[in-house]
């Protein structure tokens, strides 16, 4: 175990050192995140200027709803953008021929994007503190931490998921890494509720994790207070996909491995 220990602090150390020597990768973390609460502050700002009385709750929704939205995207995209950028600078040898684990591989970059996505979090909770008066933590109390982890679950098995999608088909899936999280955006009632949906999407949209987490958010901001069955139900959705994704990822490994196309990613 102090082996494993060493090995994935060494990758995080990795993760971090990266930064250091691109600010562009740097400015990347914050820019997208910002710009986004920007416009959906905003936006949410007119409508309530419109009807403060029948869109009260509106802004509040979706400014919660872009934070938590961008929780689950950058938690998906730390996971596949850590292992893509190792077959772009061609690394993918180098780490194949270390002592380093798979399972380490990817514990550290879980460990790397709760370290990321905190920093996110908190300038994004910051801002739409200052900007509009949106107090994150105040309006979710407790109930934030069992929301947000179903949202790392879910994206830590997206990651896991289009990182097994590009071992298999190398760089013609990597358009993929940033097209899941999205193909999955209107089928999670990210801005709008599960009953917006025709009935035959929301039966496809009660199989995601991420459904449950932004619906029960919506609930306690109306003050409806938390409903255990949304957190049970996106923790088991959540189980179950994480599994399927590991099983995933380590055939596609075993596969790409076995037929040397591993040790290929990236040269192509």
Same mark, same amino acid.
């Given at each position: 175990?102090?082996?494993?220990?060493?090995?994935?602090? /060494?990758?995080?150390?990795? %993760?971090?050192?990266? &930064?250091?020597?691109?600010?562009?990768?740097?400015?990347?973390?914050?820019?997208? +995140?910002?710009?986004?609460?920007?416009?959906?502050? %905003?936006?949410?700002?007119?409508?309530?200027?419109?009807?403060? !009385?029948?869109?009260?709750?509106?802004?509040?929704?979706?400014?919660?709803?872009?934070?938590?939205? !961008?929780?689950?995207?950058?938690?998906?995209?730390?996971?596949?953008?850590?292992?893509?950028? !190792?077959?772009?600078?061609?690394?993918?040898?180098?780490?194949?021929?270390? +002592?380093?684990?798979?399972?380490?591989?990817?514990?550290?970059?879980?460990?790397?994007?709760?370290?990321?996505?905190?920093?996110?979090?908190?300038?994004?909770?910051?801002?739409?503190?200052?900007?509009? &008066?949106? !107090?994150?933590? /105040?309006?979710?109390?407790?109930?934030?931490?069992?929301?947000?982890?179903?949202?790392?679950?879910? /994206?830590?098995?997206?990651?896991?998921?289009?990182?097994?999608?590009?071992?298999?088909?190398? &760089?013609?899936?990597?358009?993929?890494?940033?097209?899941?999280?999205?193909?999955?955006?209107?089928?999670?009632?990210?801005? %709008?509720?599960?009953?917006?949906?025709?009935?035959?999407?929301?039966?496809?949209?009660?199989?995601?994790?991420?459904?449950?987490?932004?619906?029960?958010?919506?609930?306690?901001?109306?003050?409806?207070?938390?409903?255990?069955?949304?957190?049970?139900?996106?923790?088991?959705?959540?189980?179950?996909?994480?599994?399927?994704?590991?099983?995933?990822?380590? &055939?596609?490994?075993?596969?790409?491995?076995?037929?040397?196309?591993?040790?290929?990613?990236?040269?192509?």
């Amino acid at each position: 175990m102090r082996a494993s220990a060493v090995r994935i602090s /060494g990758m995080i150390l990795r %993760y971090v050192y990266l &930064h250091q020597r691109s600010l562009p990768r740097t400015f990347e973390i914050f820019f997208w +995140p910002v710009m986004e609460l920007l416009v959906w502050g %905003y936006v949410s700002v007119y409508f309530q200027s419109i009807a403060k !009385d029948t869109l009260a709750n509106l802004a509040m929704f979706l400014i919660n709803a872009m934070i938590f939205w !961008d929780i689950l995207y950058r938690s998906q995209q730390a996971i596949s953008i850590a292992f893509i950028e !190792d077959i772009w600078t061609q690394n993918i040898v180098n780490i194949l021929v270390s +002592p380093l684990k798979i399972w380490e591989w990817l514990a550290s970059t879980f460990i790397y994007s709760i370290f990321k996505i905190a920093v996110i979090t908190t300038i994004l909770t910051v801002i739409a503190l200052a900007l509009y &008066h949106f !107090d994150l933590i /105040g309006n979710l109390g407790f109930h934030l931490i069992p929301l947000v982890m179903n949202l790392l679950l879910f /994206g830590w098995a997206l990651g896991v998921f289009t990182s097994g999608l590009v071992i298999r088909w190398g &760089h013609s899936a990597e358009a993929l890494i940033w097209g899941v999280p999205f193909l999955i955006q209107p089928l999670s009632a990210v801005f %709008y509720p599960l009953s917006t949906l025709p009935g035959w999407l929301q039966a496809i949209s009660k199989l995601l994790p991420s459904t449950y987490v932004f619906e029960g958010m919506r609930d306690i901001l109306a003050g409806g207070g938390a409903t255990p069955r949304y957190f049970l139900t996106a923790l088991s959705l959540n189980a179950v996909y994480f599994i399927l994704a590991g099983l995933f990822f380590a &055939h596609m490994y075993r596969e790409a491995r076995d037929s040397g196309r591993l040790g290929r990613l990236g040269m192509d």
